[in-house]
């Protein structure tokens, strides 16, 4: 297995909804990570799990929360989130976080309405 | 100023023709990669160079370590090639993640 899967594919949400991202990978990659990308921008980070450990938060508003169970699983929990929030969430993994290559998501994308 | 620049931004072209996009970066990188999205929106990874060059299939990446400076080829382009081509680096040590470039949008018109 050489995917990251990514569900949903779509996502629409009310303000005061929650709901879950799930990213999975059975390549036993150790570090993770979830990027948000809005339309004809590049992606920016949001988190890095490195074995299974928070090891960089971007700066993200508390309304987005992540969370790794385990070594192949990395969810995002979303809450209260705001309109502008809408965008495509990209997960990505790699063996290491230093200089090996990366596997993405084919993504979430996000409506808040 | 981006610590990643692409260009062009925008580049159409005729099925057959020699493509040329061009990233440079203001940055210490430990590596750098290219990567392609289809509207769809998934990404998928090219290359992925600390030095010299690397071909796969029709596409050729090279970097300039000195110059800072990376290109990535396309030869005998296809219809199929119409993407979204990404530069990004990994600064320092890589554990940062990816900083991107602003991408480059390819058409190649039949």
């Known amino acids: 297995d050489t995917e990251v899967t990514q569900t949903p594919k779509h996502l629409v949400m009310g303000m005061t909804n929650k709901k879950s991202l799930k990213c999975e990978q059975h390549?036993?990659?150790?570090?993770m990570y979830w990027y948000k990308q809005k339309a004809k921008k590049p992606p920016e980070l949001m988190f890095v799990?490195?074995?299974?450990?928070?090891?960089i938060n971007e700066s993200v508003p508390s309304r987005f929360s992540p969370e790794c169970p385990n070594s192949s699983l990395l969810n995002l929990h979303l809450h209260a989130l705001q309109p502008e929030d809408s965008a495509l969430y990209l997960c990505?993994?790699?063996?290491?976080?230093?200089?090996?290559?990366?596997?993405f998501g084919s993504g979430t994308r996000l409506t808040v309405v | 100023k981006n610590e990643v620049e692409q260009s062009p931004q925008n580049l159409t072209a005729q099925e057959g023709e020699f493509i040329t996009i061009n990233c440079s970066y203001s940055?210490?990188?430990?590596?750098l990669h290219w990567l392609q999205q289809h509207p769809g929106g998934g990404i998928v990874s090219l290359f992925m160079l600390s030095s010299g060059k690397k071909k796969h299939g029709r596409l050729i990446a090279t970097i300039n370590i000195q110059e800072k400076h990376s290109s990535l080829h396309i030869t005998a382009s296809h219809p199929r090639d119409s993407a979204v081509y990404i530069c990004?680096?990994?600064?320092?040590?890589?554990?940062?993640?990816?900083?991107f470039g602003k991408g480059t949008h390819l058409i190649i018109q039949p």
């Open positions: 390549m036993g990659h150790r570090a």
């Open positions: 990004a680096v990994a600064k320092g040590g890589g554990a940062d993640g990816l900083t």
């Open positions: 990505a993994s790699s063996q290491g976080t230093h200089n090996y290559g990366y596997t």
């Open positions: 940055v210490g990188i430990s590596a």
């Open positions: 799990y490195s074995y299974e450990k928070l090891s």
